[in-house]
T-cell receptor, first 111, second 111 residues
């Protein structure tokens, strides 16, 4: 099955700096790569996603890049704010109804 | 608007007792429904998904079962809880083959 690895497990940045979270996947058939933000005591919320026919996607301060050849994708958050502090999960979809999740990155933005 | 409700938010149960967690969705028809478990420090693991009333697919062998008695109702059950069933359980729904919206989860502690 698919194996998704996520790094780093924790990340601290100063407010205003950029944050980058990286994931790798093993199944070359994976074709959908969402990112979720999970705040304390809440369920994950989809924040951005990318499909395998696209190399980059941007939504305001958030961007995701995908390198299909290397089988890795990354989340980029620019001009970080304290409210960006949360746990972020990447995932890869292979097959009809399953997402394989990374183990999460706890991002702390220091004011 | 679309919303997802999951309850209870927290639950403490003795080993060997039964379990029933409920999830309902509003504002959408015929969604795909999912139950995930999130262990501490780990990613989300898919337990069950359903593409329609009475249709349940299980992803991992376990002590739990799921049912979908109505289009927008998804129930996670167990006849006898084990210590290893402790965790954070998340219900989710989506259209098009992947979960898009998660509930706020149920934290289940087995004593």
């Amino acid at each position: 099955g698919e194996n998704v690895e996520q790094h780093p497990s924790t990340l601290s940045v100063q407010e205003g700096d950029s944050a980058v979270i990286k994931c790798t996947y093993s199944d070359s058939a994976s074709n959908y790569f969402p990112w979720y933000k999970q705040e304390l005591g809440k369920g994950p919320q989809l924040i951005i996603d990318i499909r395998s026919n696209v190399g980059e996607k941007k939504d305001q301060r958030i961007a995701v890049t995908l390198n299909k050849t290397a089988k890795h994708f990354s989340l980029h958050i620019t001009e970080t704010q304290p409210e960006d502090s949360a746990v972020y999960f990447c995932a890869a979809k292979t097959g009809a109804n399953n997402l394989f999740f990374g183990t999460g990155t706890r991002l702390t933005v220091i004011p | 608007s679309q919303t997802i409700h999951q309850w209870p938010a927290t639950l403490v149960q003795p080993v060997g007792s039964p379990l029933s967690l409920e999830c309902t969705v509003e504002g959408t028809s015929n969604p795909n429904l999912y139950w995930y478990r999130q262990a501490a420090g780990r990613g989300l693991q898919l337990l069950f998904y359903s593409v329609g009333i009475g249709q349940i697919s299980s992803e991992v062998p376990q002590n739990l079962s799921a049912s979908r008695p109505q289009d927008r109702q998804f129930i996670l059950s167990s006849k006898k809880l084990l210590l290893s069933d402790s965790g954070f359980y998340l219900c989710a729904y989506g259209q098009g083959g992947q979960p898009q919206h998660f509930g706020d989860g149920t934290r289940l502690s087995i004593l």
